[in-house]
């Protein structure tokens, strides 16, 4: 037994000094089926960590391996060190890596270090056919090493793993142990000790696997300048002036400038429009809520989501974004740059308004993580040095080494940024690997996934464990505990397809001439309960992610499909909400809270249901019922709106797909019917009332969602955009813009009043998630939707929030218990955070898969389509498409065009193109590369010589039934 002695400083100042007993033992395994040693064979491994161990095998490591390595032909252990699982995990993932050692040592740092490295080797450990091995050294008396005094920490882990090295060396001498480190210091002293110890690289290229080589993680210690081929200089390049970012600050001055208000903490935010340009927005910071960054070397290599921190420049050097869309070109120039490069692409104008602007000084958290793209193969023959093309516009450029370029250069490929030297113009990374042809729909919908992050896995076993078996029946003593609503007439409305119906109403006459309208929710918690595996996979997906083609879902198919989707095939269990309203006025008398049993009478879509309504000569009760909610329905809506709730718009379509191959054969814009009016509705008025209910009951630690108003600053481009066409738009609150947009008309253009709330749509806030513990109550308000405070209950088989939701409503009343977690507010907060996260990439995905399959779509086709100016630039025009719910770029690049910015506008010959004009574009897909294609937009009205082009002949056809008509 050793003590183990920490000095710790307390709040107050004073030293506490803290003494931990360590307990070695001689009868830990090593895991070997080579081994004999009884003190091996007799080892329990109970102390070895549960969580990252598969404990059921005692010797994990083969007798007799296969070696691949040139180098060490014998059959051999790998121990890695802490740097190469840190780094150089895309190369220890593959097979051909087996029997390896894992120190207790290197696992305990890892895992400070780097949460998503930890899982991936935890990962590894606990897949048997890897053979990867976790020695507890540090309980192991033998190996155990102490600090020295004049030792740092990171010195003292290196001497230990060494050490390791040694006794397995002793222990198993009828086998090599090889360790594996890209520490010059380690590998020096592990050599000068006698222990067999290369580099990765040195390992890896022994092998004879290119594409393992392509892994390999580049060191910033490599400088990429030097290093340039001359022939990659150009006469043009060696003039030009070598970049050099300025370096950044230590981690300690970084935190003395941020104590000292210096400095200032942000997330940095790169521009989709111009690659030059970026935002840093501060948290909690009413002064500076974001501060711009411009040029090269004010951004001094942040990557996009990266934590910066930043100083604020001097108030005569802040600057204001450009009109220009800038996009980075694809080649590779070099580490060089013409000094009037950036003076030319950035132009600022002395009396246009600055904005605060800084520049990136350190970087205290990167958000590095595998990026998807392809490869821009350089054009020197047998180059090993590529460029790599990130699908995310946001990200800038990387440059690899690989010996398979021809292999990938019309593949979608995986990279990863490994570091980003002062002297190179673009970080260096590594090839990941290979996942498909471009241009396979496919192969872009795990692209898009990916880059969204979404978790895209089939559901674990021990989830699929918790799920009932079936045949399913409700047991008659659940149905006991529960109101017995199967004599009401309840339906569901929903879009066509809907197979997860989360929702159903219905609405009878009461003997008093009241209403009585429901909801009904689906009872999802009655089968995901608290601490189990499905409940922890629900929460880790948090949201169901929908894709043209394709559903991922929350919880198993079982559930979101059948057992608790409200189909009109037998009773379910539902979570219902029942008002007592009145008809006239929509006044709620009386609410209650009921876990119930329900039958639904019918599943319909929103245009069968309005069928129902519509239809003067059905009076059956479930009509009748629809009627009387939809009646309702509207006097609620109306309150809403007095009350200065938003109507926002946006460009939502619908593909037809092909039912072989799931390509888009039409395109078709989404068709909104009172039905769905009424059906949004009730659901708000179900998720106001809940939210009530749950904060009157938990006022700590109610999950409720808010929507913060925006920022006056953030309706500039609406209120410039309006007063284009004389209109003023009053924004100093929610009701003024809801107003001010109800009278934005324009007689010529029925689609301006449109465009403009998409616009708004742009200035808002995101929606989020919190715990009502941690926030005062004055934010919890609702800014699009008015309401004081609201949540999400009605769709808990597709958002994990709706499930929390469930359970506190249901402790509240009494229907069900409370656990730790649920009440524990940091904890909730926790969870409220990844279901924003979550909830964000799945409707960036969502976007994205429309984009890929507007692409799809026109693929073939060459189509003239109308479309409005949304915004003006200094070199292009930004249009919306509104028969395919498509914005695009159209260029306006050689071609004399005269920009105003103050208008704006741009001119040429007797054509003038302003804010919200109509144009007729010529859609179609660039394909003479088949690695960079892309939607092209170009002019075909109005006519403007040298740069319109000739229209479709499908378009004159369609011109010439209209003039007939």
Known sequence: MLDKIFMKKTRRGNILKIVREHYLRDDISCGSELCTHMSCLSSSQTNQPKSAINLKSKTVLESKPLSSSSLFTDSHYIIPDTNIILH??????????????????????????????????????????????????????????????????????????RQVCKYYSQHLPAIKIILLSDDVDNLRKAREEGILAVSCREYVESMSRPELVDRIAAKEEKKSAEELDEKQLTDSTRKNKHIVFPEHWKLSDIQAGLKSGKLFQGTYQSS????????????????????????????????????????????????????????????????????????????????VKKLPSGRVVGIIKRSWRPYCGMLQVSDLTDAVRH??????????????????????????????????????????????????????????????????????????????????????????????????????????????????????LHCIVLPNGNYQCGVHIADVTH?????????????????????????????????????????????????????????????????????????????????????????????????????????IAKILKAERIRNGALSLASNEIRFNLDSETHDPIDVISKELMETNSMVEEFMLLANITVAKKIYEIFPQCACLRRHPAPPISNFDPLIKAAESKDIKIEVDTGKQLADSLDKAVDRD????????????????????????????EAEFEHYGLAAPIYTHFTSPIRRYADILVHRLLAAAINADTTYPELLDKHVLQQTCN????????????????????????????????????????????????????????????????????????????????KLFDRLVVKISIETKNVQHQKMKLQLVSPKLNGFSVEPEKNLEETSAKKLKK
């Open 272 to 351: 989709r429009e111009n690659y030059l340009e970026a935002n840093v927005f501060l948290n909690d910071n009413e002064k500076y809520p974001q501060i711009f960054l411009q040029g090269y070397r004010n951004l001094n290599r942040a990557v996009h989501d990266d934590i910066v921190a930043v100083e604020l420049l001097p108030e005569s050097e802040w600057a204001t974004p450009t009109s220009l869309i800038l996009e980075e070109g694809e080649e590779d120039v070099g580490d060089y740059i013409n000094e009037k490069e950036e003076d030319e692409q950035i132009i600022n104008k002395p009396n």
């Open 749 to 776: 253009n029925l689609f301006f009043n449109t465009m403009l709330r998409m616009l708004t749509t742009r200035c808002m806030m995101q929606a989020l998630y919190f715990c009502s513990g941690l926030f005062p």
């Open 834 to 913: 990844n279901m924003n996260y979550r909830h964000k990439m799945a409707q960036y995905a969502g976007r994205a898969s429309v984009d890929l399959h507007t692409q799809l779509f026109f693929k073939d086709r060459q189509v003239d389509e109308e479309a409005y100016v949304l915004a003006v630039k200094k070199n292009a025009l930004q249009v919306l498409i509104p028969r395919y719910g498509l914005e695009g770029t159209l260029y306006l690049n050689d071609f004399p065009f005269v920009f105003n910015e103050d208008e704006p506008s741009q001119s040429a010959a007797n054509v003038k193109f």
């Open 527 to 631: 089968f995901i309960r608290p601490g189990t595996a499905i409940d922890d996979e629900a929460r880790r997906r948090s949201t169901t992610v929908y894709l043209v083609d394709q559903r991922i879902d929350m919880v198993p198919e079982l559930l979101s499909s059948n057992l608790c989707s409200l189909r009109d095939d037998g009773a379910r269990y539902a979570f219902s909400v029942l008002w007592e309203i009145q008809p006239n006025d929509a006044k709620i008398v009386k609410t209650e809270f009921h876990k119930s049993v329900i039958l639904s009478r019918a599943s319909l879509t929103y245009v069968q249901a309005q069928m129902k309504i519509d239809d003067k000569t059905a009076s059956d009760e479930l009509t009748q019922g629809l009627r009387r909610l939809n009646k």
């Open 88 to 161: 150089q995990m895309d190369v220890i993932e593959d097979p051909a890596f087996k029997n390896i050692i894992l120190c207790q040592t290197v696992l305990q740092e890892i895992k400070q270090r780097s949460i998503s490295c930890y899982q991936r080797i935890t990962q590894l450990l606990n897949t048997p056919d890897r053979r990867v091995f976790c020695f507890v050294n540090e309980f192991h008396r033998d190996v155990f090493v102490t600090k020295m005094d004049s030792e740092t920490i990171n010195d003292r882990n290196d001497r230990a793993i």
């Open 387 to 504: 460029m790599f093309i990130p699908s995310e516009k946001r990200i800038p450029k990387i440059r690899i080494e690989t010996r398979q370029s021809e292999k990938l250069k019309n593949q979608r490929i995986v990279v990863s940024i490994d570091c980003w030297p002062r002297d190179s113009r673009y970080p260096l990374g590594h090839f990941v690997r290979s996942l498909g042809p471009i241009g396979d729909k496919d192969t872009e919908n795990q692209v898009l996934l990916l880059e969204h992050d979404v978790p895209n896995y089939p559901f674990p076993q021990a989830v699929l464990d918790c799920l009932p078996s079936l045949p399913w029946t409700i047991p008659e003593e659940e149905k006991a505990k529960r109101l017995d609503l199967t004599h009401l007439n309840i339906c569901s409305v929903d879009p066509p397809g809907c197979t997860d119906i989360d929702d159903a």
